[in-house]
């Protein structure tokens, strides 16, 4: 069956990093464009961020770019996202999504994890 | 930048009644790359609908997706208990690439 498993969610404080991992199983991963989605408490969802399937294109909202970066293993089947200067509005539960193909869409989720920024 | 407005921000109504959700571009989405998700609380989003009317697997056929251009309208042809939540619109292709509009709670009346 597939799916998505995140981790490295965490409380840091302002102008802190930290890495979050999804790791996926039960479809081939290199052939998958792969997005990262946030959502702040009690809040809706926010694109963060999309890496095409093999890594050579990647994609921000703006309130990230030159902050955050996307990348993946594919010999790992894993995809993570590297958070540096952190700020209070990052703090999100953040997900992880598979593209659904030729779609602009996302098929299957996570099950998100929490970061917190806070002095 | 596209964005996307959902209305009604929350509706309320009945099990085996009809619900209307509507979703507005502030441009054109082009190839109708626009998407449905119901969200639960304390649970990951759950695609719905793609490509603006195509069901993804396992979605009741109760739920059907309609529009193009800068309209689009999701149906739940007649409520279930199950389907109260929160729904979101998503597009793709615009400026941002990707961008979500702000959800529409459907609650029990």
């Known amino acids: 069956e597939p799916q998505l498993v995140e981790s490295g969610g965490d409380s840091v404080q302002p102008g802190g990093s930290l890495r979050l991992s999804c790791i996926a199983s039960?479809?081939?991963?290199?052939?998958?464009?792969m997005t990262w989605v946030r959502q702040a408490p009690g809040q809706g969802l926010r694109w963060v961020s999309t890496?095409?399937?093999?890594?050579?294109?990647?994609y921000y909202t703006d309130s990230v770019k030159g902050r955050f970066t996307i990348f993946r293993e594919n010999s790992k089947n894993t995809l993570s996202l590297q958070m540096n200067s952190l700020r209070a509005e990052d703090t999100a539960v953040y997900f992880c999504?598979?593209?659904?193909?030729?779609?602009?869409?996302?098929?299957?989720w996570g099950q998100g994890t929490l970061v917190t920024v806070s002095s | 930048e596209i964005v996307l407005t959902q209305s009604p921000g929350t509706l309320s109504l009945s099990p085996g009644e009809r619900a209307t959700l509507s979703c507005r571009a502030s441009?054109?989405?082009?190839?109708?790359?626009l998407a449905w998700y119901q969200q639960k609380p304390g649970q990951a989003p759950r695609l719905l609908i793609y490509?603006?009317?195509s069901r993804a697997p396992g979605t009741p056929d109760r739920f059907s997706g309609s529009g193009s251009g800068t309209e689009f309208t999701l149906t739940i042809s007649r409520l279930e208990p199950e389907d109260f939540a929160v729904y979101y619109c998503?597009?793709?292709?615009?400026?941002?690439?990707?961008?979500f509009g702000q959800g529409t709670k459907l609650e029990i009346k």
């Open positions: 039960g479809f081939t991963f290199s052939a998958s464009a």
């Open positions: 890496i095409t399937n093999y890594g050579d294109n990647t």
């Open positions: 998503q597009q793709f292709g615009g400026s941002p690439r990707y961008s």
């Open positions: 490509t603006a009317s």
């Open positions: 441009q054109t989405i082009s190839s109708n790359f």
């Open positions: 999504a598979k593209s659904r193909p030729g779609t602009g869409s996302y098929e299957l």
